[in-house]
């Protein structure tokens, strides 16, 4: 936390001023005697791509923290020109904090480049304009901390973490909280593991690895479910909408695995339904590797033969997309057939394509998934903060369609840093950094929760395996239905014991 003036833009350690010294020489010794000019893209700075962003793996891919001063391209012409004016957006919130006392806060994710990626773009621009939200929010208010918001991109699949850990904790002027964190990846348990050592919190918003948590990585939370918890929830689905003999039956039930050990979220997913339905019959491929197509129109064909009830698909949302597409061009389009996925599913709720669209609005296929947040799964009245939430995006027209729960969860995310870092700055004499924010994150307890858009968070705090979870969070449990409004069939409670209850604003 600083308190007075408005941090710089961060920039990369190591050498990078040294080749604006050459290049001013070279410049100098150009302009003296006409010669030399050509040396300067040999001893200029070819991996910059602006301050604080640089070019990782030999390629144009440039990955970095800004400030919203850099523009980051995704590939797509809508998406990035709504990805700018986000930008702006930020960059304005950043410069009108003045002098006053604020924290800093980086949103990182993996953002995809040439189609390279299991992120999507859609999933970037909503989570962005979430934590947007959130900044804007926070320094609207009468609040004694403003918050400073840098976006940290850490290339497709985290291929540039180093880059970025080097960015957020010891160039410049470092980030005090990191939010979001991308995706269950090995890359991001990298990152993660570098935040930790460097004493930095962190608040997962999309996160949902069992193990990528506090109990691994000390000071970093989540707002929302684990996998294991998601598939409890699509199990208590199947359980409600199936007869017993029909999941029991021999090939009532199968399991469509990418076995990539790399990727937490499939593993995770895989584990735990194959716990649960022991008999499922289990077909696994490698999603990194070539040929994964092929493997999954073999599958859906062989699957359909089989005619079982329902199908789980531990995949990422690119793969479970081309997987409906085959059961759709293989399976007898009058064969009831239910599929089951977890949260990434949520990036197919606005897909146009019509080979994805088509089985599941002209056949017996029904596709249900586990989501982290969605605007019509409140326990009562709509939450304050989604109500906040709608408020900031639809006047810039920027991620006013929430189904997918992106913004709702890295609104929360952020709002659950700024909270914390307010709790314990606010204690503390100007000037003063607040250093260790635990006690900030431990007062959101079952006791008194964080009340956020996607409901309320209760973190766990003690020293178990589920340490800087949220509490037997509610989850949603939706049929996709592309082009039409997405339906709720199941709001699944972990526990027995009532879910925490919010009785107000996000630190109620």
């Not at 197509?293 to 949302?317: E, K």
């Not at 503390?428 to 008194?448: C, D, E, I, V």
Request: hydrophobic share 40%; aromatic share 6%; proline share 7%.
């Amino acid at each position: 936390m600083t308190d007075g003036h408005v941090l710089s833009p961060i920039e990369p350690v190591g050498p990078s001023r040294i080749p604006r010294i050459a290049l001013c020489v070279v410049l100098a010794l150009a302009v003296l005697t006409g010669v030399a000019v050509w040396v300067i893209h040999e001893i200029g700075q070819p991996d910059s791509c602006g301050a604080g962003v640089v070019k990782v793996g030999g390629s144009d891919e440039c990955v970095g923290v800004s400030d919203g001063s850099y523009r980051f391209v995704l590939g797509d012409a809508t998406i990035d020109g709504d990805l700018g004016r986000l930008e702006d957006l930020i960059a304005k919130q950043n410069a009108s904090i003045g002098k006053a006392r604020h924290v800093t806060i980086a949103y990182a994710l993996p953002m995809p480049w040439n189609d390279l990626g299991t992120l999507t773009r859609i999933s970037v621009l909503h989570q962005l304009a979430g934590a947007w939200a959130a900044q804007s929010a926070a320094n609207a208010g009468p609040a004694p901390l403003k918050v400073r918001l840098l976006i940290a991109n850490f290339g497709h699949d985290g291929v540039g973490w180093q880059q970025v850990l080097t960015g957020l904790t010891t160039a410049g002027d470092p980030a005090d909280v990191v939010v979001g964190l991308g995706q269950s990846i090995r890359n991001t348990y990298q990152l993660a593991g570098g935040l930790a050592n460097a004493g930095r919190p962190m608040v997962g918003a999309m996160i949902t690895a069992d193990d990528l948590n506090g109990h691994t990585f000390p000071n970093l939370y989540r707002v929302g479910p684990t996998n294991t918890q998601q598939i409890a929830a699509a199990i208590a689905y199947l359980q409600g909408a199936f007869d017993e003999s029909a999941l029991d039956r021999v090939n009532g039930v199968y399991v469509i695995a990418s076995g990539t050990p790399q990727d937490n979220y499939v593993v995770n997913l895989t584990k735990a339904f194959k716990q649960s339905v022991p008999h499922a019959v289990t077909l696994t491929y490698d999603g990194q590797a070539p040929g994964w197509s092929q493997a999954l129109d073999t599958f859906a064909a062989s699957m359909c033969g089989a005619h079982p009830s329902a199908v789980y698909v531990a995949a990422r949302a690119a793969q479970l997309q081309y997987f409906v597409e085959q059961v759709g061009a293989h399976c007898d389009s009058r064969m009831p057939l239910t599929v089951l996925s977890g949260d990434d599913a949520a990036a197919l709720v606005n897909s146009a394509d019509v080979a994805f669209t088509r089985p599941l609005r002209e056949s017996a296929l029904t596709m249900v998934y586990t989501a982290i947040g969605y605007p019509g799964a409140s326990t009562g009245s709509r939450p304050p903060r989604l109500t906040e939430l709608r408020g900031r995006l639809d006047p810039v027209n920027i991620a006013t369609d929430l189904t997918d729960g992106s913004a709702m969860s890295a609104f929360d995310a952020v709002e659950l840093a700024v909270g914390a870092a307010t709790f314990v700055i606010s204690a503390l004499p100007p000037g003063t950094s607040g250093g260790n924010l635990f006690n900030g994150f431990a007062q959101f307890n079952r006791a008194n929760p964080f009340c956020g858009a996607t409901g309320p968070v209760a973190l766990v705090t003690d020293d178990s395996p589920r340490r800087g979870d949220a509490f037997e969070k509610p989850i949603p449990v939706l049929r996709l239905l592309p082009g039409r409004a997405t339906s709720l069939k199941l709001l699944y409670t972990p526990t027995d014991d009532p879910p925490p209850v919010c009785r107000g604003g996000p630190a109620s």
